[in-house]
């Protein structure tokens, strides 16, 4: 299977030559069946992988001011972005009370600088500190400021507007330019800035998530599954190339009749099929600006509208930036075969409302399509009779690739813990309060937890 590799992309906005000339590299086959189906394996994946990578959640246009915000429950997590009004930055919280661990946050969004908890009455502020605690004045030994809402990592791409939240509290986690090496330069092909949110849909999957990551993470599976996608695309030009904790797709748009300008008709990064929704030096954008105006006197393919900055962000998400709108989706794990699959559309400021109708309607199709390929595919992995499949060097490389680091990061946290001889969640931040009593008390339960069947080696903690 691929390495991981984390170097930066040389040639970030077209697609490099396939490495070898010729001749293909062996496959390899994907993990197996019970990693889809297992509820061990998911709870060990949520310690091993979500809660300690770098997840986007929503664009910062979203925000609009001081005290707006936005709950998420991510790997039964629940949490919240708000945009401060201290700093004005967006900050992340555990939707969890500090008092009694009532959720303070109980709106899917909205607006407001001072969190009250509609239990016993605390209230925090948008950045949050404890504000207020009814009858705790007088309690002897009781800190406000040792009572904070659990503070989440936040990161704003500034190149992008992408906002991405990490778990972890363990240290050396890797800060996010790091975890995504090369993606904020990629990001800046594209103006977020022209885009403004039109709507959100949501599909209610009964299949593992990562059953639409691989479907996700390759189009060879367009030609048989997506008939309306081929005829919008060239598919034989369909890349996915990994870099590192994400991949790019690439797709050369199909336009029978229009006359696509001449590749040195200007800068490689400039010109090229995903003109559309660029930011173009001034010399450039003459150039571009003419060729698009002949594109558009000529065309009538609505696929000729779609030029794509495809990126899939390991682990379970998808930024895809067409010409007149971009998504993402956000691939939501409830439990091994159930999946919430969240999809939110921003469309290009001043679309005409057909155009958005048409875009979203294309999306949906496609997307519906992808998601009954996962339905029927996950009741056989459920089966027990298939467990693994031989898969494609170039055309499924994407798959091979996040599968990688699946198993990469799933076997490096089972020896992890192992070792330890109990779960390590990096997420779990406990608080500043646990005395000794709480610690015997915990242990007795983890004893009891990790004890279970005489003669049992498997790691039942
Ligand atoms: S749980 Fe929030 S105030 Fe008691
Ligand atoms: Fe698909």
Not at 39 to 49: N, P, V, W, Y
Not at 99 to 120: D, L, M
Not at 335 to 344: F, G, M
């Amino acid at each position: 299977m691929a390495a991981v590799s984390v170097a930066p992309a040389s040639v970030p906005s077209a697609p490099p030559k396939e490495a070898i000339d010729g001749k293909l590299l062996p496959g390899e086959h994907t993990l197996p069946a019970s990693w889809w189906k297992s509820e061990k394996i998911f709870e060990l994946e949520k310690r091993a992988i979500f809660n300690k990578s770098w997840m986007y959640c929503i664009h910062e246009s979203r925000f609009k001011k001081a005290g707006d915000y936005f709950s998420f429950t991510v790997s039964g997590i629940n949490f919240f972005i708000i945009k401060s009004k201290v700093d004005g930055q967006l900050k992340a919280f555990h939707n969890v009370c500090r008092h009694r661990a009532y959720p303070v946050i109980r709106k899917e969004k909205g607006s407001s600088t001072i969190i009250g908890c509609k239990y016993h009455g605390w209230s925090y502020n948008s950045d949050g500190q404890l504000t207020k605690a009814p009858h705790f004045e007088q309690v002897e030994g009781f800190k406000k400021e040792e009572n904070s809402l659990f503070p989440i990592k936040c990161h704003t791409q500034k190149e992008s507007g992408l906002v991405f939240v990490n778990f972890s509290n363990e240290e050396n986690v890797p800060d996010f330019d790091e975890w995504f090496t090369g993606l904020n330069q990629e990001m800046t092909e594209f103006d977020f800035t022209d885009y403004e949110y039109h709507m959100s849909y949501e599909l209610d999957g009964q299949f593992n998530w990562k059953t639409l990551m691989d479907g996700y993470q390759e189009c060879y599976h367009c030609p048989t599954a997506h008939p309306g996608l081929s005829t919008a695309f060239k598919m034989e030009t369909y890349k996915v190339v990994p870099k590192g904790r994400y991949c790019r797709h690439y797709a050369e748009v199909v336009k029978e009749e229009i006359e696509i300008p001449d590749d040195d008709a200007d800068a490689d990064e400039e010109s090229s099929w995903f003109g559309f929704g660029k930011k173009k030096s001034a010399a450039a954008a003459e150039a571009a600006a003419e060729a698009e105006r002949k594109m558009k006197a000529k065309k009538e393919n609505p696929g000729g509208e779609f030029n794509g900055l495809w990126v899939y962000l390991f682990p379970n998400h998808g930024i895809n930036c067409y010409s007149p709108a971009w998504y993402s989706i956000r691939v939501l794990p409830l439990s091994p075969n159930h999946t919430i699959l969240q999809y939110d559309i921003y469309t290009k400021k001043g679309l005409a409302e057909d155009k958005k109708k048409e875009f979203v309607d294309f999306l949906q199709l496609v997307e519906l399509e992808d998601f009954n390929l996962c339905q029927l595919t996950q009741k056989n992995l459920d089966q027990g009779v298939y467990n693994s499949g031989y898969l494609h060097p170039t055309k499924e490389r994407g798959v091979l690739h996040y599968q990688g680091i699946v198993r990469d990061m799933v076997k490096e946290h089972y020896e992890l813990e192992s070792k330890a001889g109990k779960p390590i969640n990096p997420a779990f931040v406990g608080g500043n309060s646990i005395n000794e009593s709480v610690k015997e008390l915990d242990e007795i339960c983890s004893n009891l937890e990790c004890g279970s069947g005489e003669g049992d080696k498997g790691l039942d903690w």
